[in-house]
C-alpha cells in the first residue's frame, strides 16, 4: 500500500510508456508546451467531461469518474466509464447501480485526439484505470475502450494477462524513476518529430549520448560566434 504522498496520476503512465524522457521533462521537470495536437486533444477532453451521467441505448454512461488504487499508488480521473446491463450469473462482472434494476458491467473508455500508436502506451493507461475501478468497486473489469479522433473509430481493449503485466511493470517502473527523480537521457525517434517538448528535448542533439554543451558549442562555431 502507498502512501498518500506517493500517489502518481494514472495519466503519467501513457508518457512514461511512450517515452520515459517525456514523461521527466513534463513530470519531473514541470515542463509542458502546448502545439496543435495537444490543443485538440484538450479541447476533445473538456467537450468528453460536460456532462457527469447520461442514459444511452440501455448504457448509464458516467463521466470524469474520479480513480484511485492504494495497492498502485495511483489516482486521477476517467474520461467515460460505461456501465452496460449483465445477466445475474456474471455478478462478479457487474455492481448494482442505486436507482437501476440488474447489475452493470463498468468499460472504461479513453478518448484520444490522434491515431493509434505503435506502442501500447494507450492501452497500459486504460488499463491502469480498470485496475483502480477494480480495486473501488470491487468488481472484475475485462474489457474497455479508446476513441481516436483521427479515424473517429473506437477500438476496443481486452484487459488480458499479458496487458496487465505490462501495466503492473509500468507502474513499478513509474514509482521507481519517482523516486530517482532523474531524467533519462533523449532517444530519437519518428515520433519525437511531433511532440511538443522537441525543441526543448533535443533529441537529435543529444541522443546516443551526445553531449548537449558539445553541441551547442559546435552549433556556435559554426556561426563563428564566441
Known amino acids: 500500500m502507498y502512501q498518500e504522498e506517493e500517489f502518481l496520476p494514472v495519466s503519467a503512465l501513457q508518457h512514461l510508456v511512450f517515452c520515459e524522457r517525456q514523461w521527466a521533462l513534463i513530470h519531473l521537470e514541470q515542463l509542458w508546451v ?5 490543443a485538440q486533444g484538450r479541447v476533445m477532453h473538456e467537450r468528453v467531461h460536460e456532462h457527469d451521467r ?3 441505448d440501455g448504457i448509464i454512461i458516467t463521466r470524469g469518474l474520479p480513480l484511485k488504487s492504494l495497492r498502485l499508488g495511483l489516482t486521477g480521473k476517467a474520461d467515460v466509464v460505461e456501465f452496460v446491463a449483465v ?6 462482472e457487474g455492481i448494482p447501480i442505486e436507482g437501476q434494476p440488474g447489475l452493470w458491467k463498468p468499460v472504461p473508455v479513453e478518448y484520444k485526439h490522434g491515431k493509434p500508436k505503435v506502442d501500447r502506451s494507450d492501452e497500459v493507461q486504460l488499463c491502469a484505470q480498470a485496475l483502480c475501478i ?22 476496443s481493449v481486452s484487459f488480458d494477462e499479458p496487458l496487465r503485466a505490462a501495466t503492473e511493470e509500468a507502474v513499478l ?5 519517482t523516486r530517482e527523480g532523474r531524467t533519462p537521457a ?3 525517434r519518428r515520433e519525437c518529430n511531433s511532440c511538443s517538448l522537441y525543441e526543448y528535448c533535443l533529441p ?5 549520448g551526445k553531449n548537449v554543451s558539445k553541441y551547442l558549442q559546435q552549433v556556435l562555431d559554426e556561426l563563428d560566434i564566441e
Open 186 to 188: 533523449a532517444v530519437y
Open 34 to 38: 502546448e502545439n496543435i495536437l495537444t
Open 173 to 177: 517502473r513509474l514509482h521507481y524513476l
Open 54 to 56: 447520461e442514459v444511452r
Open 87 to 92: 445477466c445475474v450469473k456474471d455478478g462478479r
Open 204 to 208: 537529435r542533439a543529444t541522443g546516443g
Open 134 to 155: 477494480e480495486e473501488m468497486l470491487g468488481v472484475s473489469v475485462t474489457e474497455g475502450a479508446i476513441y481516436y479522433g483521427r479515424p473517429r473509430r473506437r477500438h
